[in-house]
């Protein structure tokens, strides 16, 4: 449930990580590249091996400037090097296609080291004219900024006055500099693209990239084929060749699991995960997650031009009908009953394992599970029951709702049934509408609610942003980079104090804020915080690194750390027989040397933005 298009099994992304903590000024801070593994040199050693991750997300584009569902961000990471990535062990910022940076006294000019071992996959250099020409881009084409606007909105200009030198001038102050999750393209390339609305990349293979994959085919809702890129400055992936399946049906991804036919299944229901823990060469990984699990309202779809449009039912503009649905949902039943204890309770926006932006309502302001309240709140309103216990809207009419759900997500459907028992005795009925894509009926606006779903990164502002006024389509015919078409002055305001504040502490209550007053308007209702539940085959994989490497997932990682690291258990075989066919690494070690420069009377300190509790994006 991500990225634009609503309810990704997602966000995508997603996104962000280091903190800075400023004291008396700004200096430069520089982080040293962080080491290829000894591993990562033996990249050529297997023989014929595939890694077959199962998904069952279609892919919105292959256009980085496009794309944000989960699954094709996720394959962004592979394809396409960042300015920054972050460590798998713990998410703090670290290099990747810059080497170091810093920012000006007056924080308004950034500048990065490129590094110099970086090459597209077709043998031309990767420079910080392809990062200058990516930002350009997205600052001068509309559309171009589809998926990753935020980012770039406040930059003032972008220069490259050497190859390996990129100069960020802003506005004003952004705190996410060191953050910037927006995949560099080759301007050689792109530069020849006409209609970036149009222009999905996905008509020419190999695709040109400089991350450890390149992407060699694609068929619509069948497949997507990724290479190693052997010039990956870093190494190059163990196995041969990476492909994500697509399978509409999760009992037959979990099937194919179980025969072998594909290595690693995420998003398994807790079902499939305890059948699964019994099985011969299949391993379960179990940890907390990064995403939420929500109902959206329709908040009356609108556009920036001040036009509405969409069908979304005219009583859920009532606050007096958010509250009472938000009050009739039993959030601890669900995380019982349907996620089987695999989730936790659902309170503020961004979840638990993020753990300095983690924010739960208290006292009066939370609204737990109250059905006698739900029903005074309507009745307080107007909103009388008739003869045969039906609720009346404004009009005379029952009221009944539609709630958006994906046909291949069980939980909806789950869910989905106990929301028509809770809402039905209030006298409110409820159609479960479930598509194999909601795509089309979310961004036009016919809905009235909405199953949605993010996955946070580390820096929690893109899946902030997504509520702003400024995501709004420009117009009705337009596609937004909103999610639910929020638009709230007072959650613009808190979202345009923190993008520009450097003090980790300030910023960190300044989100809290956003997350409590989106909270109190009611058109996001966070259910749950579900676990990473996934599988894999380990007669395939030897090993693989969770992002955190405590505890973490697999899927939808931050950086490319599980699929470039794993390794090919037949490669780890031969390795322990002698042969030295294979790798011996079972895992993947990433180092980071900090230098921390004090200069002109000022001291810029990198920090992570995540606790030891909290963990990953996306």
Same mark, same amino acid.
């Given at each position: 449930?991500?990225?634009?298009?609503?309810?990704?099994?997602?966000?995508?992304?997603?996104?962000?990580?280091?903190?800075?903590?400023?004291?008396?000024?700004?200096?430069?801070?520089?982080?040293?590249?962080?080491?290829?593994?000894?591993?990562?040199?033996?990249?050529?050693?297997?023989?014929?091996?595939?890694?077959?991750?199962?998904?069952?997300?279609?892919?919105?584009?292959?256009?980085?400037?496009?794309?944000?569902?989960? &699954?094709?961000?996720?394959?962004?990471?592979?394809?396409?090097?960042?300015?920054?990535?972050?460590?798998?062990?713990?998410?703090?910022?670290?290099?990747?296609?810059?080497?170091?940076?810093?920012?000006?006294?007056?924080?308004?000019?950034?500048?990065?080291?490129?590094?110099?071992?970086?090459?597209?996959?077709?043998?031309?250099?990767?420079?910080?004219?392809?990062?200058?020409?990516?930002?350009?881009?997205?600052?001068?084409?509309?559309?171009?900024?589809?998926?990753?606007?935020?980012?770039?909105? =406040?930059?003032?200009?972008?220069?490259?006055?050497?190859?390996?030198?990129?100069?960020?001038?802003?506005?004003?102050?952004?705190?996410?500099?060191?953050?910037?999750?927006?995949?560099?393209?080759?301007?050689?390339?792109?530069?020849?693209?006409?209609?970036?609305?149009?222009?999905?990349?996905?008509?020419?293979?190999?695709?040109?990239?400089?991350?450890?994959?390149?992407?060699?085919?694609?068929?619509?809702?069948?497949?997507?084929?990724?290479?190693? =890129?052997?010039?990956?400055?870093?190494?190059?992936?163990?196995?041969?060749?990476?492909?994500?399946?697509?399978?509409?049906?999760?009992?037959?991804?979990?099937?194919?699991?179980?025969?072998?036919?594909?290595?690693?299944?995420?998003?398994?229901?807790?079902?499939?995960?305890?059948?699964?823990k019994t099985q011969k060469d299949i391993k379960v990984n179990d940890a907390p997650g990064r995403?939420?699990?929500?109902?959206?309202?329709?908040?009356?779809?609108?556009?920036?031009?001040?036009?509405?449009?969409?069908?979304?039912?005219?009583?859920?503009?009532?606050?007096?009908?958010?509250?009472?649905?938000?009050?009739?949902?039993?959030?601890?039943?669900?995380?019982?009953?349907?996620?089987?204890?695999?989730?936790?309770?659902?309170?503020?926006?961004i979840p638990p394992r993020f753990g300095s932006y983690f924010w739960k309502p208290e006292g009066?302001?939370?609204?737990?599970?109250?059905?006698?309240?739900?029903?005074?709140?309507?009745?307080?309103?107007?909103?009388?029951?008739?003869?045969?216990?039906?609720?009346?809207?404004?009009?005379?009419?029952?009221? =009944?709702?539609?709630?958006?759900?994906?046909? &291949?997500?069980?939980?909806?459907?789950?869910?989905?049934?106990?929301?028509?028992?809770?809402?039905?005795?209030?006298?409110?009925?409820?159609?479960?509408?479930?598509?194999?894509?909601?795509s089309d009926p979310w961004v036009k606006g016919d809905y009235d609610l909405a199953f949605d779903?993010?996955?946070? =990164?580390?820096?929690?502002?893109?899946?902030?942003?997504?509520?702003?006024?400024?995501?709004?389509?420009?117009?009705?015919?337009?596609?937004?980079?909103?999610?639910?078409?929020?638009?709230?002055?007072?959650?613009?305001?808190?979202?345009?104090?923190?993008?520009?504040?450097?003090?980790?502490?300030?910023?960190?209550?300044?989100?809290?804020?956003?997350?409590?007053?989106?909270?109190?308007?009611?058109?996001?209702?966070?259910?749950?915080?579900?676990?990473?539940?996934?599988?894999?085959?380990?007669?395939?994989?030897?090993?693989?690194?969770?992002?955190?490497?405590?505890?973490?997932?697999?899927?939808?990682?931050? @950086?490319?750390?599980?699929?470039?690291?794993?390794?090919?258990?037949?490669?780890?075989?031969?390795?322990?027989?002698?042969?030295?066919?294979?790798?011996?690494?079972?895992?993947?070690?990433?180092?980071?040397?900090?230098?921390?420069?004090?200069?002109? @009377?000022?001291?810029?300190?990198?920090?992570?933005?995540?606790?030891?509790?909290?963990?990953?994006?996306?």
């Open positions: 449930m991500v990225t634009k298009v609503p309810s990704r099994p997602l966000p995508r992304r997603p996104r962000r990580a280091a903190r800075l903590l400023l004291a008396a000024g700004l200096a430069s801070a520089s982080l040293a590249a962080l080491p290829a593994t000894t591993a990562a040199a033996e990249d050529d050693k297997s023989g014929g091996t595939t890694l077959t991750v199962a998904v069952s997300q279609s892919i919105d584009s292959l256009s980085p400037f496009l794309a944000q569902k989960l &699954t094709s961000t996720s394959i962004h990471r592979l394809a396409y090097e960042y300015l920054t990535n972050y460590d798998p062990k713990d998410a703090r910022t670290v290099p990747a296609f810059a080497t170091e940076w810093s920012a000006s006294a007056d924080k308004l000019t950034w500048t990065y080291r490129i590094r110099e071992d970086s090459t597209w996959s077709d043998g031309k250099p990767a420079t910080a004219e392809d990062a200058a020409w990516t930002f350009n881009k997205m600052m001068t084409d509309p559309n171009a900024a589809t998926a990753n606007g935020s980012f770039t909105a =406040n930059f003032a200009e972008v220069t490259a006055p050497d190859p390996r030198t990129l100069v960020i001038r802003l506005k004003k102050p952004q705190a996410t500099m060191t953050a910037l999750d927006v995949p560099i393209v080759p301007k050689h390339v792109w530069e020849k693209v006409g209609d970036f609305s149009k222009f999905n990349n996905d008509r020419q293979f190999p695709i040109v990239g400089n991350g450890p994959f390149v992407i060699t085919d694609f068929k619509v809702d069948q497949y997507i084929k990724l290479k190693p =890129n052997k010039k990956f400055w870093r190494g190059a992936p163990k196995f041969d060749e990476l492909v994500f399946k697509y399978y509409k049906d999760g009992d037959a991804a979990v099937a194919a699991l179980q025969k072998g036919e594909v290595s690693f299944v995420p998003n398994l229901t807790p079902a499939q995960a305890a059948a699964l995403r939420f699990y929500a109902l959206a309202t329709n908040p009356g779809a609108r556009a920036q031009d001040g036009k509405t449009f969409g069908n979304g039912h005219p009583a859920l503009l009532d606050p007096a009908v958010r509250k009472a649905l938000f009050l009739s949902v039993d959030r601890a039943t669900l995380v019982d009953k349907v996620f089987q204890g695999h989730a936790v309770e659902g309170e503020g926006y009066a302001q939370r609204r737990g599970y109250d059905p006698a309240a739900a029903a005074k709140a309507l009745d307080d309103a107007g909103y009388r029951k008739n003869g045969e216990g039906k609720r009346l809207g404004k009009d005379g009419r029952p009221l =009944n709702f539609r709630i958006l759900c994906h046909a &291949t997500d069980p939980n909806d459907k789950a869910v989905g049934k106990y929301l028509q028992e809770w809402w039905g005795a209030l006298g409110i009925g409820l159609t479960v509408e479930c598509l194999d894509s909601v779903g993010w996955s946070v =990164n580390p820096d929690p502002d893109y899946v902030l942003s997504i509520h702003t006024c400024g995501t709004l389509p420009a117009t009705p015919k337009d596609t937004g980079a909103t999610d639910n078409f929020i638009c709230d002055k007072e959650f613009d305001e808190l979202y345009a104090q923190q993008a520009v504040e450097y003090d980790t502490a300030k910023r960190a209550d300044l989100v809290k804020r956003m997350q409590s007053r989106l909270y109190d308007t009611g058109y996001m209702n966070v259910m749950a915080y579900p676990n990473a539940l996934e599988a894999y085959r380990t007669d395939q994989i030897a090993s693989i690194t969770t992002m955190p490497e405590a505890a973490g997932n697999l899927w939808g990682q931050d @950086g490319y750390w599980s699929w470039w690291s794993a390794v090919p258990a037949a490669s780890a075989s031969a390795s322990a027989s002698g042969d030295g066919s294979g790798s011996s690494s079972t895992g993947v070690w990433i180092g980071v040397g900090a230098a921390v420069v004090v200069a002109a @009377g000022g001291l810029l300190l990198l920090r992570t933005r995540r606790r030891a509790t909290a963990d990953d994006r996306e």
